[in-house]
Structures are given as C-alpha cells and as structure tokens.
C-alpha cells in the first residue's frame, strides 16, 4: 500500500475538486492508488447525483464554437440550480468540455445518443457519468439539456451569436451560391447581424411555410372568434390581416430587422446579396435560453 502523504491528498483534490476529507478516505480505500481513488470519487459523485436529479436546473449556460473556416459549428446548454454555479469557473470548464466534446465526437442526432457516448476528454466515462461526476463535484444537479450542431450543405457559413453573459445563444447556417462570397467580410458581418437579431426578436422558424398548420389554424379562430358579427366578406379580411402579423412575428425572414425595423430580415437578405451579387439565404437556426425546455 502506497503512503498517503499530504500531497497525495493535495493532488488528487486538485484532479477532482473533492473535499480534503473525501480524498483521503478514497486514496485509503484504494490503498494509495491515485487513479483507483479518482473512480472511487467519480462513483460517489454519480451515486451522489441521483439524490439531486429531481432539483429544478433553471440557471446555467449557453456556449458555443464554430471552426476555424465557419463551416461547422455547435451551440450547447447546459443547466444547473443557481447562477452561483454557473458563474464558477470549475462549471465553466465542464461546459467548455461538453462543448469540445459535442463539437469533435461522431454527430449524432438526439440528446439520448449523445449523453450516451464516450466522453472525448475521458473514455473512461460516458457524457452522462461525466455529468453525473461533476454533479457529485459542485454539489447541484445539472444537465446537457440541448445541443445543435450544424455542418454547411453547400457554400456558405455557420455562425453564432452568445449575448452575456451566456443566457441566450444562437446558431444559424446562412448560404450564398460562391465560395467567395461565404469569404467576404460583407456577407459574415450581416450574418453576425442576424444571429444577434435572432437572439433578441425570438422567432419560431425562418419561413411563414415552416409554421405548423395547427398552430395557424388555432390562430385563425382565435381571430374569427374576435370578429363574429362582421360581414363574412370584412371577417376574413380581418382574419387574413391578423394572420400576416402572426406570420411577422413568427417567421424570421417576415420580421423587422432590430437595428432597422422598416426593413424585414428578407429585404436586408436582399440588399446585402446584390452588395456582393450573389444570392443570400438564411437555412436554418437554432436559439437557446437558459431556462427553457428543449
């Protein structure tokens, strides 16, 4: 059996951010082994975890990173109890490695596969026994509650946009038709542009055609019912009105574009495409707020 000394001790509470107390009674139940008292503190962690899974995770943080030529990019949230937690730079290194690893391991398409996946900072551990581990750590429940990740079909760029400090974040793929125009500074900046609108204006999808029929058809009558009495002619004007509203405020390209309201995000789309005679789409987004339900 090796020696616990002091230093022992220090080191592994530097490894895993456990108490001095913690860490001694693990390196003596792995008879001085670092590395065996390390999966020792990481089962109580876990173990610990499972009497905090029921705490509400309404703080936290939204992060996220895009390569070097703008061609991939991930958005992440990750929850915990209190903004205590989230501003503590032990959380803060843990998203940055859920981040690292959403944006490196093999993609995959839900929350579900990917908790359960190998950690790319530790196989030794799934993302869910990562989770689970640091739970143990900072004494909160937490989760990966959301992710996206994005990868250019084409030309174009993926961009985001995180306001501070960290609550809400966003990732959009825009495409043009030119290499050089995913390139130039022009079509980046007013991508950047519409990221940060997107973070402020909340909208649901990037067409009125993505709106589920549902939804527009509840909203039809909520309208209908508003106007009964009408002439049938004046009340689908009425309806008709309403619903192009509904549309603007849900649909990204029919919104008024923050920083110039009289012009939609379709006009400015346009504008900036003949700027650098190309053509200028916006495919797809993904906006996060710490507190809200994937």
Known sequence: MAEITVELIKTLREKTNAGMMDCKAALTEAKGD????????????????????????????????????????????????TDFVAKNENFQSFVDGLVNHVATAEPVADLDALLAQTYVGDPSLTVTEVVKAKIGQLGENMALSRFARYTVDGEGVIASYIHP???????????????????????????????????????????????????????????REKAKGKPENIVEKIVAGQIDKFFASMALLEQGFIKDPDKTIKDLLAAKGKEVGDELTIRRFARFAVGEEG
């Open 34 to 81: 670092l590395a065996e008292a390390e999966v020792i503190l990481r089962k109580k962690g876990i173990t610990g975890a499972e009497k905090k899974a029921g705490r509400a995770t309404s703080e936290g943080v939204i992060a996220a990173r895009i390569d070097a030529d703008a061609k991939t990019g991930v958005l992440v949230a990750v929850s915990c109890e």
């Open 165 to 223: 400090p960290g609550k809400v974040g966003v990732l959009l793929e825009a495409g043009c038709t030119k290499a050089a125009t995913a390139d130039a500074a022009a079509f980046r900046e007013v991508v950047k542009d519409i990221a940060l609108h997107i973070a402020a204006a909340q909208p649901l999808c990037v067409t009125r055609d993505e709106v589920p029929a549902a939804k527009v058809e509840q909203e039809k009558e909520i309208y």
